[in-house]
């Protein structure tokens, strides 16, 4: 089968790739910059149309979470109108689109884990175009399935993984916020679960999802973990200070409680993704063997 994702460098889009690779019954194409941008969103879509994929997944986003409180026009464009342009290309060839959304959706004052029917209320404007996106997807196509997912890592891209090994290549103690909480999911498991959501008939499966790596942590409690990894596999260490997010201003205002309830994924396609834990440490080394954490995210506080 043909599947289709949108974004070519992003750390979903290189998961798929990578993992596809090798398969047999997928055929993985990736479409997105230079060549097609969801700022201008209709090459893209007629693309989409004429490559006939029987599955889309709608991978790309503007994901810069500070940058976007200051370029709010742009956020929007790409995920609110370039996604609803994503939606109807899988709706004019009938095929289902399998469309990221975020755990920011939520303004993380109430407690988590969050199920799909809890009142959303975004509390920075990634969050409320990526809301935005969500229900233009849904009213565009019947086929659709949502999936919000939360605070992703892995080998490809920009993360919080790559940016904790960064830094604790030249500090000997980290300051990371503790009263944040979530679930970090690595893009490999979550591009697992999509090809295997891909291959299967959707029939009555269509919907919202939430769908992160199991169990929850903090932001200090993952950067602990990664630290711990890093030095057990001769990578770098650093020691971990919690602080409170006040202590660490940002442009946007992070959820304090984010976590997702994964139960209606987990009962309806009877998966889970592994512990956050297992999934770290195989990323962390991976990136230690390959010697790579480069670049510190654009427009992120770099304290
Ligand atoms: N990263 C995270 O922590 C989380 C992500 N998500 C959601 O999951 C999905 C995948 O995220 P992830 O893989 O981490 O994202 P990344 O930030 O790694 O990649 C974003 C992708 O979107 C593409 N993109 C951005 N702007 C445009 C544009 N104007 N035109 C075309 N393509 C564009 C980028 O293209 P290019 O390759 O050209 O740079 C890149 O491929 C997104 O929908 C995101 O909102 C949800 C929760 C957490
Ligand atoms: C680098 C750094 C960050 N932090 C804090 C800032 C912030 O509250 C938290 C995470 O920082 P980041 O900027 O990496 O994370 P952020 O960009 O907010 O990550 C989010 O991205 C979007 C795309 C999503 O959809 C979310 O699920 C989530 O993954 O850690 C520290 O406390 N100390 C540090 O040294
Ligand atoms: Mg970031």
Redesign the pocket.
């Known amino acids: 089968m043909k599947v289709l994702v949108t974004g070519t460098t992003g750390q979903l889009a290189s998961s798929l790739i990578e993992l596809a690779a090798p398969l047999r019954d997928i055929e993985l194409i990736a479409v997105g910059r230079p060549e097609f941008d969801l700022t201008q969103p209709v090459p893209m879509r007629e693309a989409i149309v004429a490559a006939r994929p029987d599955v889309v997944i709608s991978a790309a986003a503007y994901?810069a979470?500070?940058r976007a409180e200051d370029e709010p026009a742009l956020a929007h464009a790409v995920n609110v109108v370039g996604a609803a342009c994503i939606a109807e290309a899988a709706a004019k060839l009938g095929v289902p689109i399998i469309h990221l959304s975020?755990?920011?959706v939520f303004s993380g004052d109430g407690r988590g884990p969050h199920r799909e029917d809890d009142e959303t209320r975004p509390g920075t404007f990634?969050g409320a175009t990526?809301l935005e996106g969500e229900r233009a997807v849904a009213s565009i196509t019947p086929r659709h399935i949502i999936l919000r997912?939360?605070?992703?890592y892995s080998p490809f891209g920009n993360?919080?993984v790559k940016?904790m090994l960064r830094?604790a290549e030249s500090r000997d103690t980290?300051?990371?916020?503790s009263d944040?909480y979530?679930n970090p999911t690595s893009a490999l498991d979550l591009a697992t679960a999509i090809l295997e959501i891909a291959r299967q008939p959707q029939r009555d499966r269509f919907g919202l999802y939430h769908l992160a790596g199991t169990g929850e942590t903090n932001?200090?409690g993952f950067a602990r973990h990664i630290l711990a990894v890093s030095r057990a596999n001769g990578g770098p260490s650093a020691t971990v200070q919690d602080?409170a997010?006040a202590d660490?201003p940002?442009r946007?205002r992070?959820p304090a409680d984010?976590r997702l309830c994964t139960e209606k994924f987990e009962k309806t396609f009877g998966r889970r993704l592994p512990a956050w834990q297992t999934s770290a440490e195989t990323v962390v080394r991976r990136l230690l063997r390959a010697g790579q954490w480069p670049k510190i995210?654009e427009g992120?506080?770099q304290?």
């Open positions: 994901t979470v500070d975020t755990d920011y990634y990526k997912t939360s605070w992703v993360n919080f940016t830094l980290l300051t990371v916020v944040q979530g932001w200090s602080i997010s660490y940002t946007a992070r984010s995210p992120q506080p304290v």
